[in-house]
């Protein structure tokens, strides 16, 4: 078994994309089978990472039957392209509203390089184009066979992003839920929501927790990062603790407060708490900027009047 890729369920393997050169800061999984299936490629810098993990793994050029992004944000998909280069034969499947953004990245490129700036090639790279004709589009509830009785079963899951999927594990129950349960550092220990522009939804994240609820799932598995036991608990603290940011976020927005600053006095962790050496990868993963940016966008569109 390679470093940075281990077991954490029947058939499932957790690998360490090393985003940075961090560790257990963003994750894929590979669900082993006989047509197995990747779930996340990780940023484009990844690639490398990725591939030898799954090279060490076994899987030759013509073993990978599918590639899953749960959404299209470049720590989750931008390498898709290269990896689809690497395993011609695997299908990569993506939410309906993702799928054109990969077979022609430019805008969500150009959109990138607005949010991230220097960061975006020094951390994250850019996406190489999918030929469309290896992209499928996963509806809600559709099933990806990777062998005979085990599927992955999409779950639409939008509000961190309109163009996310959930994938619920037959066999092994666990639940790969991207971002839409937020994000846990290990390094850090605290869970907080992630909601960053563009199209962060309150409504439809809350909606997203209770659909991942009433799977049942007997784990979570998040890419940032790793696996989650007491799956009930932790979709319950998800929900109320969105809540309490999106509260704050709000009370910040009427009285024309900063909002970034209203959530960092809240809930940023004490002085101290996080160690020097994991502060610059918490800021730069789960900092209060991108989300309050989120919130307010959030905000602003859901006040805007709409034409009668």
């Known amino acids: 078994m ?38 996340e490629t990780g940023s484009q810098t990844s690639v490398p990472v990725v591939l030898e993990a799954l090279a060490t793994l076994g899987l030759g050029p013509a073993d990978l039957a599918g590639v899953v992004v749960t959404h299209i944000h470049l720590d989750h998909a931008g390498g898709v392209g290269d990896v689809a280069r690497a395993y011609p034969n695997a299908t990569v499947y993506v939410h309906e509203k993702g799928a054109r953004h990969l077979a022609d990245p430019t805008r969500l490129i150009a959109s990138a390089a607005q949010v991230y700036g220097p960061l975006l090639d020094s951390l994250y790279g850019r996406l190489d184009p999918t030929p469309a004709s290896r992209l499928h589009v996963l509806a809600d509830g559709e099933e990806i066979e ?29 639940l790969f839920v991207g971002d839409a349960v937020g994000v846990r550092l290990p390094d850090v220990g605290v869970l907080r929501p992630s909601t960053p522009p563009p199209d962060f939804d309150l409504e439809l994240a809350l909606n997203s927790l209770r ?7 007997s784990a979570l598995a998040l890419a940032h990062y790793g696996l ?8 319950a603290e998800a929900d109320a603790t969105l809540r309490q940011w999106a509260e704050t976020a ?35 993963m789960n900092g209060v ?20």
Do not use: M
Not at 4 to 31: C, F, K, M, N, S
Not at 252 to 277: K, T, W
């Open 2 to 39: 390679t470093t940075g890729a281990h077991h954490i369920g029947p058939g499932v393997i957790e690998i360490d994309t090393l985003l940075g050169g961090w560790q257990r800061v963003t994750a894929g999984y590979l669900i082993e089978g006989t047509a197995p299936v990747l779930v």
């Open 289 to 308: 900027h991108s989300n309050a940016a989120g919130l307010r966008r959030w905000l602003e569109t859901r006040d805007r009047p709409t034409e009668g």
């Open 211 to 217: 659909r991942f609820a009433e799977r049942r799932p």
């Open 228 to 235: 989650l036991e007491g799956p009930e608990e932790i979709l």
């Open 146 to 174: 990777v062998s005979p009785g085990r599927t992955l079963t999409a779950v639409d899951s939008p509000g961190h992003a309109k163009h996310h999927v959930g994938l619920h594990d037959s066999e092994s129950g666990i």
């Open 250 to 284: 709000e009370a910040a927005f009427r009285q024309g407060e900063d909002i970034a600053e209203a959530l960092a006095r809240r809930f940023d962790p004490p002085a101290g708490s996080v160690e020097p050496e994991h502060q610059e990868k918490f800021q730069v």
